[in-house]
T-cell receptor, first 112, second 115 residues
Framework: DGGITQSPKYLFRKEGQNVTLSCEQN?????MYWYRQDPGQGLRLIYY???????QKGDIAEGYSVSREKKESFPLTVTSAQKNPTAFYLC???????????FGDGTRLSIL | GENVEQHPSTLSVQEGDSAVIKCTYS??????FPWYKQELGKRPQLIID?????GEKKDQRIAVTLNKTAKHFSLHITETQPEDSAVYFC??????????????FGQGTTLQVKP
């Protein structure tokens, strides 16, 4: 969906470094989500946010942090505490009224 | 906790044949079941979804069936084409997720359609 933009497409992290993945949407969606995708596994929920200035941990939140200062933006920070950060990260958003989630193109994070 | 099991993990069919992917969910109160298609290196895209008050839904060559008693739902693709080759994910929305829209995803099925 053109309305959800993730950047960068590829990102490399050095040991001990925090990196931030960007997710922006212009769909006026209230809810936003971050998922991690590893080979052979389904999408696992890291964090989600239903409204501005509020967010909740998902199933694998350790080593990650988020913020939701604007409705359009939901950046994810992969901290140095995340010992296995190499993965494909997907951001999604969802409108009201039981609408489905729509995904961005993803960011592939690798360790240098 | 809630869980969704998806089978098979890989599926290879000949062009023109049908493909069926099955998912089983643990929360009997789950009420929404979407299916996503993800081509290599691209975003998952919603291809069809079904709600718990419906037993079957069809959209051209794609159909989804839901068996609430057995707690499983299936994706059926007829007359498969090489462009159907992708990874398919099922998901379920547990009743306890309320208005959060949280989904539990299956592990994915890699479908290969041979010309």
């Amino acid at each position: 969906d053109g309305g959800i933009t993730q950047s960068p497409k590829y990102l490399f992290r050095k040991e001990g470094q925090n990196v931030t993945l960007s997710c922006e949407q212009n769909l006026n969606h209230d809810a936003m989500y971050w998922y991690r995708q590893d080979p052979g596994q389904g999408l696992r929920l890291i964090y989600y946010s239903q409204i501005v200035n509020d967010f909740q941990k998902g199933d694998i939140a350790e080593g990650y942090s988020v913020s939701r200062e604007k409705k359009e933006s939901f950046p994810l920070t992969v901290t140095s505490a995340q010992k296995n950060p190499t993965a494909f990260y997907l951001c999604a958003s969802r409108g009201q009224g039981g609408q489905p989630q729509h995904f961005g193109d993803g960011t592939r994070l690798s360790i240098l | 906790g809630e869980n969704v099991e998806q089978h098979p993990s890989t599926l290879s069919v000949q062009e023109g044949d049908s493909a069926v992917i099955k998912c089983t969910y643990s929360d009997s109160a789950s009420n929404y079941f979407p299916w996503y298609k993800q081509e290599l290196g691209k975003r998952p895209q919603l291809i069809i979804d079904i709600r718990s008050n419906v037993g079957e839904k069809k959209d051209q060559r794609i159909a989804v069936t839901l068996n609430k008693t057995a707690k499983h739902f299936s994706l059926h693709i007829t007359e498969t084409q090489p462009e159907d080759s992708a990874v398919y994910f099922c998901a379920a929305k547990p009743r306890g997720s309320g208005n959060t829209g949280k989904l539990i995803f299956g592990q994915g099925t890699t479908l290969q359609v041979k010309p």
